[in-house]
């Protein structure tokens, strides 16, 4: 799978990270975008180097899905700690 498709992929992440986690986020709709784009990397990056699972060519593999998912829910989390009170 190529970058546009981890970018797309990034971005459904993000959407269903954010179902997942409902809820006012300090950076809108722009900044859960870019948290499930990095999110994606991620979760592919640490499932390839410490789960010893390699990241599939296939755009539909389910362990993919759940590694960019998890990761977009990782980062959404520790960004809303990080960062969740700025509007105050």
């Known amino acids: ?3 546009l498709g981890w970018i797309i992929l990034g971005l459904l992440a993000g959407a269903i990270a954010k179902v997942l986690l ?3 986020d300090p950076g809108g709709f722009l900044g859960t975008t870019v948290i499930g784009i990095a999110g994606a990397f991620l979760g592919g ?3 390839a180097r410490l789960l010893d699972h ?3 060519k296939d755009f539909y593999d389910g362990s993919t899905w759940a590694a ?3 990761g977009a829910l990782v980062l959404l989390v520790a960004y ?3 960062f969740g ?3 105050r």
Do not use: D, T, Y
Request: no cysteine; hydrophobic share 45%.
């Open 1 to 3: 799978m190529g970058i």
């Open 22 to 24: 409902p809820g006012k």
């Open 45 to 47: 990056w640490l499932s």
């Open 54 to 56: 390699p990241i599939n």
């Open 68 to 70: 960019a998912i998890g």
């Open 80 to 82: 809303r700690i990080l």
């Open 85 to 87: 009170h700025s509007r």
